[in-house]
Antibody
Framework: QVQLRESGPGLVKPSETLSLTCTVSGDSINTYYWSWIRQPPGKGLEWLGYVFNSGSANHNPSLKRRVSISIDTSLNQFSLYLTSVTAADTAVYYC????????????WGQGTLVTVSS | EIVLTQSPGTLSLSPGERATLSCRASQSVSSSYLVWYQQKPGQAPRLLIYSASSRATGIPDRFSGSGSGTDFTLTISRLEPEDFAVYYCQHYDTSRLTFGGGTKVEIK
């Protein structure tokens, strides 16, 4: 059974960097792509980016280069970094396994709420 | 940038009724990359349909997807109590993944 679990601070100050880690169990991170998606309270879903096992990543251009994603295959983890956060970055952040043939998200973490506030 | 517009915003129906949800793309897209999800309050989205019409593992056959070009549809043939939720479409194109704004299916 594939499981993903997000971890990281639930509160980040404005202008600082949001950092989250997703730990994958039940599957090797060397297969598939691995994505981050977020959902502001009461709003819709926004894809942030995905990473491959090689470490190459693809990010949502709307985030203007504030986002980066890295992978640690030895720990079966991948991480999200979002710089210069504002209140608009307050959201539930999900990690998800991404099928590389059809680009769908088939396994998701339970999500973690990150609030940006001083 | 492809924009996905879902309609209606809210669909009020009774259990047993048929639900028809629309996802319209701002330009013609490949149906191979059109996906539907269901999300219930406090939960992560759940994959329902991929490649416009292929049901994901374990999804009941009352859920079906169709469409091509710019117009795609998710149909729930007979609503069960557990089907009342928010539904999102999603698409992939040139290294970018995009979600629609969602349709809420609520109990009438």
């Amino acid at each position: 059974q594939v499981q993903l679990r997000e971890s990281g601070p639930g509160l980040v100050k404005p202008s600082e960097t949001l950092s989250l880690t997703c730990t994958v169990s039940g599957d090797s991170i060397n297969t598939y792509y691995w994505s981050w998606i977020r959902q502001p309270p009461g709003k819709g879903l926004e894809w942030l980016g995905y990473v491959f096992n090689s470490g190459s990543a693809n990010h949502n251009p709307s985030l203007k280069r504030r986002v980066s994603i890295s992978i640690d295959t030895s720990l079966n983890q991948f991480s999200l970094y979002l710089t210069s956060v504002t209140a608009a970055d307050t959201a539930v952040y999900y990690c998800a396994r991404t099928n590389w043939n059809y680009y769908y998200f088939d396994y998701w973490g339970q999500g973690t709420l990150v609030t940006v506030s001083s | 940038e492809i924009v996905l517009t879902q309609s209606p915003g809210t669909l009020s129906l009774s259990p047993g009724e048929r639900a028809t949800l629309s996802c319209r793309a701002s330009q013609s897209v490949s149906s191979s990359y059109l996906v539907w999800y269901q999300q219930k309050p406090g939960q992560a989205p759940r994959l329902l349909i991929y490649s416009a019409s292929s049901r994901a593992t374990g999804i009941p056959d009352r859920f079906s997807g169709s469409g091509s070009g710019t117009d795609f549809t998710l149909t729930i043939s007979r609503l069960e109590p557990e089907d009342f939720a928010v539904y999102y479409c999603q698409h992939y194109d040139t290294s970018r993944l995009t979600f629609g704004g969602g349709t809420k299916v609520e109990i009438k």
